[in-house]
């Protein structure tokens, strides 16, 4: 197995194009010369266009959840109460975060269920909350919750909004003017980049909202105010925004409205596809993501055996579930730069790989669907 | 100006070997595969070789200063005091970095003299604290403190050690068997990996200390329990894990003790030739850094010209000063894989610049003076 050269359809990290893998391996720089300036001066900028925003924006040296932790810590204070939507894993993940640097109490819904608007427009007319936080796109079920009714919600109750958009971002419309007063992206998913990097976009409210008492390698404050002036708190991972500007400038290129139109479309093929090899998506129906699939097992089919026969004869790379979800569903990304064509190659392997294992459906029937959105 | 093609003397970043450029630019793989436990537990292993270590460690995708954090809002609490070493830049930024996480009471020193470590005695006698902190290589003036003397201080007291040595730990010797209860290193410095990966070694006695309430992103105790399993808590900056895991190769393969001994010859060899030219060294005498030397400007000759002349005409990249040595004195690097030859082609443009701006010396004896150190 040649770990390098695969069908990669992870929900993240993505596949890399060329232009930022060679955009990444830049011998050092200076991070404090003008040289570096311009590439955070164009980073920042090109940040902005992403989120749809002309606010202040902070790009970090660390993964996704070092984004949500910035926003996280930066906005609240350990004794304001926060309410956390949880239908998945990351949104889980993102009340534990809470518990560190808040007081949160969890909304839950059911894993594949979204998040009802309705429901949490009742929590809040019950408790005093300062903030809400939700998970966009949930990664782990292949879910999008209806963020813009739910940052209306809490808007109304004048409780801010803080949204992980790790897998929104770049791939699903997502746009701060809805309410949203922190969101945060990751650079290995929309944006095709590799992973090591997040950035926050923030409403005017939430900039003037901004303390520093919480946290300081994640201080989201002086994140936001070094990226204004071209610079960064402490030494920035260089290569990775090397990259990351490669990443950015191809997603202009492309145009922001035609990467989530692209985005929507694979989205479109892979269910098209599923359905027609008789497998089911995993999410209640009109919920499901746009950057990624989750899909059913059908009975019979071991999640261990799929993925490796998956991996060692097809060289195809999807993900398993999560928690409870282990063994029952598998996950496809179709965000970044990935195509139809490479949707093809992997649903190629995907249809062998069932077919072996005993799941009966007209062979073939994936891959053509797949080919029709070509 | 080639950014890309300089003579290459920056206090870190240093200079990267193009086996780490190449290892860098893997394409996107499964950061929870088997492929990459692998690099993790490699990265691990070779991580506990670096620190001259058999105990726990843990790699954050974050700069030094992630691993500062992640040190200090670990082992300590918000009500803790700490005795912050003062005596530069980055211990100056180590204690604004403790007054987010616990109660700091800073001891200074003049920039350029090392820390007294019987006043550090005295200090621990007057007050209950917790913990000191110290950074043992100052970057900003190029002085190495004490840090063995120190650490015996702190542990007759009962405090717990938390050393900074971003710009030591492979360059210059430092063991936590000197009564260091967690020390740091950044990627980018000694070891000649690029920015943006942190490491901590800790003591038995602060891994059993370690708290989980004051940081997320940071959390050291979930970044050391998740290297033990090949694991990381949070999406890892996968292609900076390949570059580290290949300077770290590099590194072994010299050998800690031959490395950390090149290392002392680039710093007498730059000193020699500092001497030869008729500059002289900012700390105090016996103090000065092996991995980072801090020179001061001779009358005259400006700062910035200086800079600008030699980095246009001669392609040669030093370090100014920081805060109030700002003009007064540059820095050059020598670690990691820093060569005479290097340090040589970077003299002979520092030799012809000071000569430009009217500085009087013997011409040539700087570059004889390291050469006679090849």
Same mark, same amino acid.
């Given at each position: 197995?040649?770990?390098?050269?695969?069908?990669?359809?992870?929900?993240?990290?993505?596949?890399?194009?060329?232009?930022?893998?060679?955009?990444?391996?830049?011998?050092?720089?200076?991070?404090?010369?003008?040289?570096?300036?311009?590439?955070?001066?164009?980073?920042?900028?090109?940040?902005?266009?992403?989120?749809?925003?002309?606010?202040?924006?902070?790009?970090?040296?660390?993964?996704?959840?070092?984004?949500?932790?910035?926003?996280?810590?930066?906005?609240?204070?350990?004794?304001?109460?926060?309410?956390?939507?949880?239908?998945?894993?990351?949104?889980?993940?993102?009340?534990?975060?809470?518990?560190?640097?808040?007081?949160?109490?969890?909304?839950?819904?059911?894993?594949?269920?979204?998040?009802?608007?309705?429901?949490?427009?009742?929590?809040?007319?019950?408790? !005093?909350? =300062? #903030?809400?936080?939700?998970?966009?796109? +949930?990664?782990? *079920?292949?879910? /999008?919750?209806? &963020?813009?009714?739910?940052?209306?919600?809490?808007?109304?109750?004048?409780?801010?909004?803080?949204?992980?958009?790790?897998?929104?971002?770049?791939?699903?419309?997502?746009?701060?003017?809805?309410?949203?007063?922190?969101?945060?992206?990751?650079?290995?998913?929309?944006?095709?980049?590799?992973?090591?990097?997040?950035?926050?976009?923030?409403?005017?409210?939430?900039?003037?909202?901004?303390?520093?008492?919480?946290?300081?390698?994640? !201080?989201? =404050? #002086?994140?936001?105010?070094?990226?204004? +002036?071209?610079? *960064?708190?402490? /030494?920035?991972? &260089?290569?990775?925004?090397?990259?990351?500007?490669?990443?950015?400038?191809?997603?202009?290129?492309?145009?922001?409205?035609?990467?989530?139109?692209?985005?929507?479309?694979?989205?479109?093929?892979?269910?098209?596809?599923?359905?027609?090899?008789?497998?089911?998506?995993?999410?209640?129906?009109?919920?499901?993501?746009?950057?990624?699939?989750?899909?059913?097992?059908?009975?019979?089919?071991?999640?261990?055996?799929?993925?490796?026969?998956?991996?060692?004869?097809?060289?195809?790379?999807?993900?398993?579930?999560?928690?409870?979800?282990?063994?029952?569903?598998?996950?496809?990304?179709?965000?970044?730069?990935?195509?139809?064509?490479?949707?093809?190659?992997?649903?190629?392997?995907?249809?062998?790989?069932?077919?072996?294992?005993?799941?009966?459906?007209?062979?073939?029937?994936?891959?053509?669907?797949?080919?029709?959105?070509?």
């Amino acid at each position: 197995m040649d770990v390098e050269d695969t069908v990669f359809l992870l929900p993240g990290p993505v596949k890399m194009h060329p232009r930022v893998l060679r955009a990444m391996g830049m011998p050092a720089i200076n991070h404090r010369s003008a040289a570096f300036q311009e590439v955070l001066g164009e980073v920042r900028e090109l940040t902005k266009y992403l989120f749809q925003t002309s606010g202040r924006v902070a790009v970090l040296s660390g993964s996704g959840t070092a984004g949500l932790d910035a926003a996280v810590s930066g906005l609240l204070r350990r004794e304001d109460p926060v309410l956390c939507l949880v239908n998945g894993k990351f949104s889980e993940r993102f009340h534990d975060l809470c518990k560190v640097y808040a007081k949160p109490t969890p909304l839950e819904f059911e894993w594949g269920q979204p998040v009802d608007p309705a429901k949490v427009a009742a929590a809040l007319e019950k408790g !005093d909350y =300062k #903030a809400v936080t939700v998970c966009h796109n +949930e990664t782990s *079920t292949g879910l /999008t919750n209806p &963020v813009k009714e739910i940052a209306a919600a809490a808007r109304k109750r004048g409780a801010m909004m803080i949204v992980d958009g790790i897998t929104s971002v770049g791939g699903i419309d997502v746009r701060l003017e809805w309410g949203i007063d922190a969101l945060v992206m990751g650079s290995q998913k929309c944006v095709a980049a590799p992973p090591g990097l997040s950035a926050v976009a923030v409403s005017e409210r939430a900039y003037a909202a901004l303390h520093e008492s919480s946290s300081f390698y994640t !201080d989201l =404050k #002086a994140h936001i105010d070094g990226l204004e +002036e071209d610079d *960064t708190p402490f /030494t920035p991972a &260089v290569p990775l925004f090397f990259a990351l500007r490669e990443a950015l400038r191809m997603l202009k290129e492309e145009g922001l409205e035609a990467r989530i139109k692209r985005t929507t479309r694979l989205a479109d093929a892979t269910r098209a596809a599923v359905d027609e090899i008789d497998l089911g998506m995993f999410p209640r129906k009109g919920f499901e993501s746009n950057t990624v699939s989750a899909i059913r097992y059908p009975a019979g089919v071991d999640d261990k055996k799929f993925r490796t026969i998956l991996e060692e004869e097809h060289r195809t790379v999807v993900q398993g579930g999560q928690g409870h979800l282990k063994g029952k569903i598998f996950r496809i990304g179709h965000m970044g730069i990935v195509s139809i064509a490479d949707l093809v190659a992997g649903f190629a392997g995907i249809e062998a790989t069932l077919a072996k294992l005993g799941h009966r459906f007209d062979r073939g029937a994936g891959v053509a669907a797949l080919t029709s959105f070509a």
